[in-house]
């Protein structure tokens, strides 16, 4: 490969005075967290200068440390390039995954606020079961802050970068980088989900932040919260994990030619790679979660002073981000050394299998002629199983390949009766004696939808209007109840909660009149982009009414019991009924639309 390429992988590494600008900042931000320690804890100072410091302490201590992260993907996004053609320039690329991260933690909260209210409901059960105030209570504090967080937010994390996996940025015009998706490979993926994890890290902070300081409970909550934050990159690690996870799905897809398998075979095998990888974050954040509930437990069987479970709880947290720090440089030195390997066009940035390749054609555009089919061969009906004639296995028909041998069966005539493989130029079928009808098939010609009236993206696009329309007026509505009732929550509320759901509504609203426009001016790195963040929030979506109806179900079941009738009941059959219909034309659109996802215009 020429040594002009762009895209060269030969050094990977950040060079040593960055790596060293890095790690000085790190320990910068640690030594004055220290210092601040010191300064309110073990020297006596006026009131009005402890609260200058840790005033001050609140605000830079977290900029300095995020804005370091934030450097770090700047600079491996330089040695690591993406494509501007196929994804847009540094700047747009950047903001579209800081309006994701927006989004994961929108959905994040909705989620679990309905899980935690239903984990309640299972805590007050087993307290009026057993009568067992505090096995109720570990009951609801376990599954409410540790596992309903660490599946939810993990989940949603690593949902763009799963996403991401199922993008087509090329069909079948060359097959060194047919179905490729976004992220390439480890390192792809790592980068991809890195800046979404530090965008929920940020707001998450802010959320934790917030009460700490209204709560007036002085100084040390604050510090505690700043400082166990900042140095606990957990979230970080769950989204550079889930990216990094994908795109090791991505990459062993193409190198062992999954490519051409049905969707259901490379749905399993994603399955298979991706899930252990991801199960580290979620297992991390779970520990985060829960420690203090073990801890006190134990020191409540066995006793102990308060200052001993302190302590013990620290070592435990200052463990937990040392092992995530240590698994972010795991991963980072493996995806380096992957990428390194990889060979990638010089105009396009797309992995190739082989050096030299040709990929110099690579557009959102298709131009289709006659198909090469051999002029005598049987078309069998699409969705019938034939028998390879290597291994006698049933295969796909129409496959160029058997997906049980390898056999190559693009040259066997398959006779439509028995299915069984016949010599070109047979008349009848040698196995059953059926005629063998032959098909001479051509192929339309290139059009950006197909023109059978609605289709199913068409349908999820409406659907996605009305369902977003009516989560903007709840959102609008609640925050104005929030503010009728008192108005420094409402304020405080908007100010969080509501800002990042209308960034979330605005950012869906965007993408639906986008695509809608679309239809008439295609353009494949819009439409890819489009699709994938109005796919994350209708899926976000779908999880918040789902939870909130399977809530309001419950609840209103048990004031049935109770003689009562709860505005629950009908609340929640909206609720799940709108999760049904979204649920509906979702998998309709993703199994039957031929635009969803795809940098290249439909045929």
Known sequence: MSFTNPYNNNNIKLETRKRLIWLSSLTAIGIYSIIVFILLYLVQLPIWVQLFIIYSYMVIAPLALYSTWFVFYIWKTRKWPQSEKLFGGKFHYTLLFLLIGVCVITWAAHWNTALGEI????????????????????????GASAITPALSEEFLKSLPSIIAFFVVLQRDKNPEQK???????????????????????????????????????GTFPIYLQVTVRNWAPVHILGGAMGGFAAG??????????????????????????????????????????????????????????????????????????????????????????????????????????????ICSSFSDKITIGPAKIPSDRVIVKQGTNIICPNCNKTTISRAK???????????????????????????????????????????????????????????????????T?????????????????????????????????????????????????????????????YWHILLFNLIGMFGMLLTYGIYGLIYGVIALTFGTISIGMPLSILFLAGATILFIFLLKAILKSNQILHFQRNY
Not at 132 to 138: G, N, R, Y
């Open 179 to 217: 179905r490729k998706g976004l992220l390439g490979n480890e390192l792809g993926g790592f980068l991809f989900g890195l800046i979404i994890g530090i965008t929920f890290e940020i707001i998450e902070l802010m959320y934790y932040l917030l009460p700490a300081i209204l709560s007036g409970g």
């Open 469 to 529: 329309s009516i989560f903007l007026f709840y959102v609008i509505l609640f925050s104005l109840l929030a503010f009728m009732i008192n108005p420094i929550f409402g304020i405080i509320y908007l100010a969080f909660q509501t800002s990042i759901e209308l960034v979330a509504a605005g950012l869906m609203f965007y993408t639906i009149i986008k695509l809608f426009k679309m239809r008439k001016n295609f353009n494949g790195r819009k439409n890819m982009w």
């Open 119 to 142: 984990w309640y409901i299972f805590a007050i059960a087993i307290y009026n079961l057993t009568g067992d105030e505090l096995l109720a209570t570990v009951i609801y504090v376990i």
């Open 401 to 467: 390949f058997c997906v049980n041998c390898g056999y190559n069966l693009h040259y066997h005539k398959f006779c439509p009766n028995c299915r069984r493989s016949n010599k070109l130029g047979a008349k009848f079928c040698v196995h059953c004696g059926a005629s063998i009808r032959t098909v001479k098939r051509k192929v339309k010609g290139s059009q950006i939808y197909l023109r059978s009236g609605d289709t199913p993206s068409k349908s999820l696009l409406i659907v996605s209007l009305i369902i």
């Open 248 to 357: 090791r799905a991505e990459r062993l897809r193409f190198e062992r030619g999954e490519e051409n398998l049905p969707m259901s075979n490379q749905i399993m095998n994603f399955i298979k790679r991706f899930v252990p990888l991801w199960l580290i974050p979620v297992s991390i954040h779970f520990l985060w979660n829960s420690s203090s509930v073990w801890i006190f437990l134990i020191f409540l069987a066995f006793g102990g002073s308060l200052l001993v479970y302190l302590v013990i709880e620290i070592i435990v947290y200052v463990t937990l981000s040392v092992l995530c720090f240590v698994l972010l440089l795991l991963l980072l030195r493996r995806a380096n050394k992957i990428a390194t390997s990889t060979i990638r066009c010089p105009e396009t940035g797309i992995i190739v299998a082989k050096e030299g390749v």
